[in-house]
């Protein structure tokens, strides 16, 4: 699932076109709060997040206002859920072992 995830987000060319839509984008202007700056977390993901990293991942709304500004046709949204779900996931997974 991750690699999907990871191949998705890889199509990403940086033009920022999706920044502009986003609501927690345009409200905190930090690049990882906003979909290009998630997207690249999911891209170079590797098994660990920083809180700060987590945040911005978890803060998405799932509104799907980024999609259609996607040039590269990144499915932003899809892949921004389906990463929510497997960290939390693992999150617990990880924990439940401790």
Known sequence: MI???????SKCVYCGFCEF???TYRAVRMRHFGPRGRVNLIKNFDG???????????T???????????????KIT???RAFKVYL???LASQRASS
């Open 3 to 9: 690699e999907k995830l990871i191949a998705e987000a």
């Open 21 to 23: 839509a986003c609501p």
């Open 48 to 58: 660990k997040l920083s809180k700060e990293a987590y945040k911005g991942i978890m």
């Open 60 to 74: 998405c709304l799932l509104c799907g206002a980024c999609d259609p500004q996607c040039p590269a046709g990144i």
């Open 78 to 80: 899809e892949t921004i």
């Open 88 to 90: 939390v996931y693992n």
